[in-house]
């Protein structure tokens, strides 16, 4: 599992930059244009996204940011301040994964809710961080669907003969396969 997350916290980052870097593209009247989906634009998607991502990485390391992450629904106006909120968090996961041991996984993990406090092992927060992830960004690609630029392909990180896809993307993160994937093919 350790290695699992650690990858999955990778892929997290790769996939924001390049869901990001395509909403990049649009105009700020398409970001906020009302879509069919969970939350009514991409834009509020990415801010939801950004906001749980928040809450979740400050539980995980042990804060107290609680139910105050989601005191403003739309913390960034653009993509352009959005954009490195997003990989800050995403590098916080990271380093969370990076020291990841059979201990930590099974730590608690206290989530602050509206009057109560849920505790949690660590492996069902990181699990459920990167399902609520992959689920949002999905409904920004199906958003993008109806833009004028075309959804980025977001499954090709995991396999081996795709490693040329993410190249240039892994180059402009500091990331390397090796990194990524240590010994492993």
């Not at 990841?100 to 990181?126: C, F, K, N, W, Y």
Request: glycine content about 4%; hydrophobic content about 40%; aromatic content about 8%.
């Amino acid at each position: 599992m350790i290695e699992y997350f650690r990858r999955q916290a990778y892929c997290n980052l790769w996939s924001n930059h390049r869901l990001l870097n395509t909403c990049s593209q649009l105009s700020e009247d398409a970001l906020s244009a009302k879509r069919t989906s969970f939350f009514p634009s991409i834009h509020a998607t990415l801010n939801h996204i950004l906001i749980v991502d928040a809450y979740y990485i400050d539980a995980l390391e042990g804060g107290t940011l609680g139910q105050s992450a989601f005191a403003d629904e739309t913390p960034y106006a653009s993509i352009e301040s959005l954009w490195p909120a997003q990989e800050a968090l995403d590098r916080r996961l990271i380093a969370i994964c990076e020291m990841l041991s059979p201990a930590t996984l099974s730590a608690d993990v206290t989530l602050e809710r509206t009057g109560r406090q849920q505790i949690e092992p660590m492996h069902r927060v990181l699990a459920h961080l990167f399902v609520h992830q992959t689920h949002h960004r999905g409904q920004v690609h199906a958003m993008l669907s109806d833009t004028e630029v075309a959804p980025p392909q977001l499954d090709e990180f995991f396999m081996l003969d795709e490693a040329p896809l993410r190249q240039a993307e892994f180059e402009a993160l500091g990331i390397s396969e090796a990194q990524v994937w240590g010994a492993l093919r």
